[in-house]
């Protein structure tokens, strides 16, 4: 019977639901500026990223079902994941309005959930290394597309990071701190929910398809590196 996860909860647990059709596994569209110049043959076409889109979800209703509990189930933004792909977790938000109405009448209605174009690994293992004498860790990127990291590192002094025998980043910590994330998923460097983007001189790391060789120097305790690997 297909089911899905919304926000860790199985919708299984939902009592009178029933998860009637799944989206089919598409591929996201590809945003393009497209310039054309008098004189050329065809056009310049930029790749722009990836679109977020749609995928609905047919609901049905069964004995014992409780209206209020699946509208509140039915809200908000979280992570998805669809039975046909139990490994895989979109990143959704629900916007569109549930026609409720029509599930009570017809014991069926449809859920969008607005999607950000990439998939990730579930429950994805995280590296965590406590540094003695290890100058390097390898991290296995298990997606098909180039990899966004968090990276969180324990240490003291100016950090220097590289990926793969290149340097990517340095981190200067500041004094009385010992601890940093670097998510290369938004882009910022933070400690409990303060910025310390000036701190950090370089690019933000992503992990290529496969192994990555994460090697530092500098006063480095701790590494813990959760890879994000990905798939569109």
């Given at each position: 019977m297909a089911y899905i996860e919304w926000k860790g909860i199985n919708s299984s647990t939902i009592p009178g639901l029933l998860i009637c059709e799944l989206p089919p596994i598409t591929k996201p569209k590809m945003r393009t500026s497209v310039t054309k110049i008098d004189g050329r043959d065809g056009d310049i076409i930029e790749d722009l990223g990836y679109e977020s889109y749609t995928k609905n979800v047919k609901i049905g209703l069964t004995r014992n079902y409780d209206i209020d509990t699946i509208a509140k189930y039915f809200t908000g933004e979280g992570s998805l994941t669809l039975s046909d792909e139990p490994n895989k977790i979109y990143n959704c938000r629900i916007t569109d309005k549930i026609d409720f109405e029509k599930l009570l009448r017809f014991k069926t209605a449809t859920?969008?959930?607005?999607?950000?174009?990439?998939?990730?690994?579930?429950?994805?293992?995280?590296?965590?290394?406590?540094?003695?004498?290890?100058?390097?860790?390898?991290?296995?990127?298990?997606?098909?597309?180039?990899?966004?990291?968090?990276?969180?590192?324990?240490?003291?002094?100016?950090?220097?990071?590289?990926?793969?025998?290149?340097?990517?980043?340095?981190?200067?910590f500041p004094e009385g701190e010992t601890s940093v994330v670097i998510d290369s998923l938004q882009e910022e460097a933070y400690l409990n929910g303060v910025y310390k983007n000036r701190y950090m001189l370089g690019e933000f790391p992503k992990l290529a398809v496969g192994n990555n060789t994460i090697t530092w120097s500098g006063t480095l305790t701790r590494i813990k590196v959760e890879p994000k690997s990905r798939w569109i």
């Open positions: 859920v969008k959930f607005y999607t950000q174009p990439y998939k990730y690994l579930k429950d994805e293992v995280v590296k965590d290394l406590s540094i003695t004498t290890q100058t390097s860790l390898v991290v296995n990127n298990q997606g098909l597309e180039i990899a966004k990291p968090i990276i969180t590192l324990y240490g003291s002094g100016n950090v220097e990071i590289a990926i793969n025998g290149s340097t990517i980043f340095e981190y200067t």
